[in-house]
């Protein structure tokens, strides 16, 4: 199972551009990289899924290099509702298989 | 958008009580999940569910847990006899076949053992 290491926490203001990076070194060729958004005692949220290079949603983009063993979600224009909880998650994620949460990054967005 | 709504929100049990926590998954998947978390901890994984049998369960859901699909919209978590360390919430999450990963979670159940 791929470890993934993100930092534990971020402060932004509203308005601004939030790039949150997970370094996964040990990926495997078949691995996704997924990420969940979640508030104060509610469930997580399924934000954005990738393999490789690129995407981009209604919410977010997330950037994997060739080597793929980083991430790097991107949330445009943060607003204070986007104070949360993100994970970044590595494995083969087909349905039915567990997931493994980690710590995650606490985002504040600061008015 | 689609939910996965669970029942009830919270609960409050005396240890010892057996628990059951319910939960709707949306209405087209076909494969339920149940996490925890500890207050201040991960988010933990405990069983994976799909054609009426358990698919996968990690260490935590020993013989204390069940898992159940009674009909055809209900899922079901049941603990035997709670103990003061299973107070957690509780996530209720179910996802299509060809999903990777992006799993809808539900609002989660607060419990807590006394």
């Known amino acids: 199972l791929a470890k993934t290491t993100q930092p534990i926490s ?20 078949n691995d996704y990289i997924t990420w969940y958004q979640q508030f104060p005692s509610q469930g997580p949220r399924f934000i954005i899924q990738g393999y490789k290079t690129k995407v981009t949603n209604e919410v977010a983009s997330l950037f994997i290099p060739a080597d793929r063993k980083s991430s790097t979600l991107s949330l445009p224009r943060v607003s204070l509702s986007d104070t949360a909880v993100y994970y970044c998650l590595v494995g083969l994620h087909n349905a039915g298989n567990m997931l493994t949460f980690g710590g995650g990054t606490r985002l504040m967005v600061k008015p | 958008e689609p939910e996965v709504t669970q029942t009830p929100s919270h609960q409050v049990t005396q240890m010892g009580q057996e628990v059951i926590l319910r939960c709707v998954p949306i209405s087209n998947h076909l494969y339920f999940y149940w996490y925890r978390q500890i207050l201040g901890q991960k988010v ?12 996968e369960k990690s260490e ?21 006899s709670t103990k003061l360390e299973d107070s957690a919430m509780y996530f209720c999450a179910s996802s299509e076949a060809g999903d990777r990963g992006g799993y809808t979670f539900g609002s989660g159940t607060r419990l807590t053992v006394v």
């Open chain 2, 60 to 80: 935590i859901f020993d013989d204390q847990f069940s898992v159940e699909r009674p009909d055809g919209s209900n899922f079901t978590l049941k603990i035997r």
């Open chain 1, 10 to 29: 971020m402060d932004s203001y509203e308005g601004q551009e939030v790039n949150i990076t997970c370094s996964h070194n040990n990926i495997a060729t």
């Open chain 2, 44 to 55: 933990e994984f405990l069983v994976s569910f799909y054609n009426n049998e358990i698919s």
